[in-house]
């Protein structure tokens, strides 16, 4: 029923910047938490990032003073600025929405492919 879609990623030089954007099928108002995951080949999956629906934020030790995550709920919208970028941040970037009342709903994105060059 909710649809997540990731866009922005590709190929940046080290130091470069990068926007991601996660689109929502509808509202993200009701989402509890959002956050951005990432995962590279032969690697486990990792937080980076995430937001509460109060705009309370916290961020992977690797990227803290780096990325920034952002919401905007009038676009049902969900961001990772990314800047000063390193060849290690480089990975498949994941939009995550958590739901929670009786029970926790969680929903994933398909993901968008972020390239760092040295």
């Known amino acids: 029923q909710v649809q997540l879609v990731e866009s922005g990623g590709g190929l940046v030089q080290a130091g470069g910047s990068l926007r991601l954007s996660c689109a929502a099928s509808?509202?993200?108002?009701?989402?509890?938490?959002m956050g951005w995951y990432r995962q590279a080949p032969g690697k486990q999956r990792e937080l980076v990032a995430r937001i509460t629906s109060t705009n309370s934020t916290n961020y992977a030790d690797s990227v803290k003073g780096r990325f920034t995550i952002s919401r905007d709920n009038a676009k049902n919208t969900l961001y990772l600025q990314m800047n000063s970028l390193k060849p290690e941040d480089t990975a498949v970037y994941c939009c995550?929405?958590?739901?929670?009342?009786?029970?926790?709903?969680?929903?994933w994105g398909q993901g968008t492919q972020v390239t760092v060059s040295s």
């Open positions: 509808g509202t993200i108002f009701r989402f509890n938490v």
């Open positions: 995550n929405a958590e739901s929670w009342g009786r029970l926790v709903a969680s929903y």
